[in-house]
């Protein structure tokens, strides 16, 4: 009997251990994804803080440029800047003119010679269409043939007026383009000098601290070269608009010069029917 009491007084005394075990066991497994949870959503956070610290404290591009450059360099950038605005402005002002003038060709051939008169013509024509324009340049030439005009033959004085007007709007029609010519010729070479600006500087800067590592160099040199990439970026689309501007300058043109032949042998028939 005393050998089963001191059984059963063992046995009690173990029964809250082993449930103090099994209960922690369980908590204990619970815990683990928990933590492993918060470490995984705790990694991308780091990450990205990395990646935004890297974003802002960035030494090099163009942020770096800027801040870093002296005022020769800045008026490069901002000439490059002036140089580029200008030329996309030249390019979409003389398209919508060119267009404009396409539209006026359409209609000085559908309303212009179905007309009973020159004057006729004219007044169907918008004030401001280069065909008006012409078309009274000839009109004009028939009404001022006098005084010391009219020595000069008659074919050849309406020949004369209306080949000053094409040649006015042809003038008109070329202005701008030489913007764009400037600007594809000169700006590499203002890109070109802000870069030699800035290894210059960049030289400079590192024979004095002392220290040539290419760390230290690929940096300020990757910089200035930039400069060479901006003038190059300025200037390949003006070269390109202006050959392509011109292209349809000489389209435009040849509906001008065709509009101008043919109203001079209008208006030479009508002198002699008159």
């Known amino acids: 009997m005393a050998s089963c009491a001191c059984a059963l007084g063992l046995v009690l005394t173990l029964v809250p251990a082993v449930a103090?075990?099994?209960?922690?066991v369980p908590a204990a497994v619970q815990a683990a994804p928990a933590e492993a949870v918060a470490a995984s959503a705790a990694a991308p956070a780091d990450a990205s803080a990395k990646k935004?610290?890297?974003a802002v404290d960035n030494?090099?591009?163009?942020?770096?440029?800027?801040?870093?450059?002296?005022?020769?360099?800045?008026?490069?950038?901002?000439?490059?800047?002036v140089m580029s605005i200008s030329s996309?402005?030249?390019?979409?002002?003389?398209?919508?003119?060119?267009a404009k003038v396409g539209r006026q060709a359409k209609v000085a051939a559908e309303q212009f010679w179905t007309a009973g008169s020159v004057e006729q013509g004219c007044a169907k024509l918008d004030k401001n269409s280069p065909f008006r324009f012409i078309a009274e340049a000839g009109l004009q030439a028939t009404k001022k043939h006098d005084g010391l005009m009219g020595h000069v033959d008659?074919?050849?004085?309406?020949?004369?007026?209306?080949?000053?007007?094409?040649?006015?709007?042809?003038?008109?029609?070329?202005?701008?383009l030489s913007v764009l010519a400037t600007v594809g010729s000169i700006s590499p070479f203002v890109g070109l000098f802000g870069t030699?600006?800035?290894i210059y500087h960049a030289l400079?800067?590192?024979?004095?601290?002392g220290q040539a590592s290419i760390d230290k160099v690929a940096g300020p040199v990757g910089e200035a070269l930039i400069m060479t990439a901006i003038g190059l970026a300025v200037a390949v689309p003006a070269v390109l608009a202006y050959n392509w501007l011109v292209?349809?300058?000489?389209?435009?043109?040849?509906?001008?010069?065709?509009?101008?032949?043919?109203?001079h042998a209008v208006i030479l028939g009508s002198v002699k029917k008159a």
């Open 59 to 81: 030494p090099y591009g163009l942020e770096s440029l800027w801040k870093t450059s002296d005022g020769v360099a800045k008026t490069v950038l901002l000439l490059l800047l």
């Open 204 to 209: 400079t800067a590192i024979g004095i601290s």
């Open 154 to 176: 008659l074919n050849d004085w309406v020949s004369m007026s209306v080949g000053r007007a094409v040649e006015r709007i042809q003038s008109s029609m070329q202005g701008g």
């Open 88 to 98: 996309w402005y030249v390019l979409i002002v003389k398209l919508l003119e060119q």
């Open 20 to 24: 103090q075990t099994a209960a922690a």
């Open 196 to 198: 030699v600006w800035g």
């Open 52 to 54: 935004a610290d890297a």
């Open 247 to 263: 292209g349809r300058n000489k389209n435009a043109m040849s509906d001008v010069r065709a509009f101008g032949a043919d109203l």
